[in-house]
C-alpha cells in the first residue's frame, strides 16, 4: 500500500525538529508578561518566510517580528515606506505556516506599514484584522502620543499592541535619515512621556530604536506593565530585537553599529540563532560599548 503522507524529505528542504518540545510551551501574552515581570529577557527576530520562521523558532526565539524591513531585505526598495498591506499578510500568513509546521512555540508580531494606520482608528483595526486573521497574535505600529488612542483602541478589541519609538523607520524621510534618536534633552523628555502613554494604552511590548543606552535604561525602569525591546539601544531593555539578515551577515552593505554577526562561529543559521538567544538571555548582548550609543 502506498503512503500519501507528505515526504518530508523533499527535494526543496526539510523543516528542522523541535529542540526539545516538552519542555517549549507556546508563548502567550501572559507569558511575555510573566517573563518581563521577573526579568527574563525576551528575544526577538525578524522572520518573513516559512523555513527561517520554523528554523528560528526550533532554536528558541521566542518572538518572530514580520517587520516592514522586509521591503529592505527581500523586496530590495531603499525604504520601508513602499510595503503595502497586502504583502505583509503574504508574509505573516508564511511565518505562521512555518511556525505551525514545526512546534508552534513562537510569537508572531505583524508589523503594520505605511499608510495602513495613519488614518484612523478604524482604518487600524481593519488593517490590524487583516494581520491577524493571517496568523499574527500581535500587531507592530511606529510612532509617538498619537499613536496611543489607536493602540487603545486596537487592545479594547482584543488585538496586543507593539509600540515602536526612537528611530522610526516610516519617518525617515521627516527624521532625515536613520540617526540615533533621543539625544536632546528635549527629544528624550519626548520619548520618555510617549512611553508612558503607550504604556498606559494598553502597549505590552516597545521597541527602541537606535537611542542612547542610558536613556533605553531609564524608560525600561519606568515601565513595568510594557516590556522594551532594543535594537541598538543598549543592554538594559526588557529584550533584544536584530533583523535577520544583518545577524546572519548577508545583508547587502556593512552592517550598523548595533549588530553582531552570529553566523560568524556559528556553522549554521540554527546555531547562530541559538547562539543569539543564549548571547540575549545571559546579557553577553548587545555590549554597551560595542552596539550602542
Ligand atoms: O521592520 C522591522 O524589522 C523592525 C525592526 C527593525 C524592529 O521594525
Not at 99 to 116: F, H, K, N
Not at 191 to 196: E, F, H, P, Q, S
Request: aromatic letters at 6%.
Amino acid at each position: 500500500m502506498t503512503s500519501t503522507a507528505p515526504n518530508n524529505a523533499s527535494p526543496y528542504g526539510t523543516l528542522p525538529p523541535a529542540s526539545s518540545p516538552a519542555t517549549r510551551k507556546p508563548i502567550s501574552l501572559p507569558r511575555l508578561h510573566e517573563m518581563h515581570a521577573r526579568g527574563e529577557k525576551i528575544t526577538m527576530l525578524t522572520a518573513y518566510d516559512a523555513t527561517f520562521a520554523a528554523v528560528a523558532d526550533a532554536a528558541g526565539v521566542e518572538t518572530l517580528l514580520v517587520g516592514d524591513s522586509l521591503g529592505m531585505v527581500c523586496q530590495g526598495l531603499s525604504s520601508t515606506v513602499g510595503v503595502t498591506l497586502e504583502t505583509m499578510r503574504y508574509h505573516v500568513e508564511s511565518v505562521h505556516r512555518g511556525v505551525q509546521r514545526v512546534q508552534g512555540t513562537a510569537w508572531i508580531i505583524g508589523d503594520l506599514p505605511y499608510g495602513s494606520y495613519h488614518e484612523s482608528k478604524e482604518q487600524a483595526f481593519r488593517s490590524a484584522a487583516v494581520l491577524m486573521q493571517a496568523g499574527a497574535h500581535m500587531v507592530k505600529l511606529e510612532g509617538g502620543g498619537w499613536t496611543a488612542d489607536t493602540t487603545r483602541f486596537l487592545v479594547e478589541r482584543g488585538i496586543p499592541v507593539c509600540a515602536h519609538l526612537g528611530l522610526t523607520p516610516q519617518s525617515v524621510h521627516a527624521l532625515g535619515g536613520y540617526r540615533v534618536q533621543g539625544k536632546t534633552e528635549a527629544s528624550a523628555m519626548q520619548l520618555k512621556r510617549d512611553a508612558l502613554e503607550l504604556q498606559d494604552a494598553g502597549a505590552t511590548l516597545l521597541v527602541l530604536e537606535m537611542v542612547p543606552a542610558a536613556l533605553s535604561a531609564e524608560v525600561t525602569l519606568a515601565l513595568p506593565q510594557c516590556a522594551t525591546i532594543g535594537i541598538g539601544a543598549g543592554v538594559d531593555t526588557a529584550g533584544q530585537v536584530l533583523v535577520l539578515h544583518d545577524m546572519l551577515g548577508v545583508n547587502l552593505g556593512k552592517n550598523a553599529k548595533f549588530v553582531r554577526n552570529f553566523m560568524a562561529d556559528a556553522g549554521s543559521v540554527r546555531g547562530a540563532m541559538e547562539a543569539y538567544v543564549r548571547a540575549v538571555k545571559d546579557g553577553s548582548f548587545p555590549v554597551n560599548s560595542e552596539h550602542a550609543w
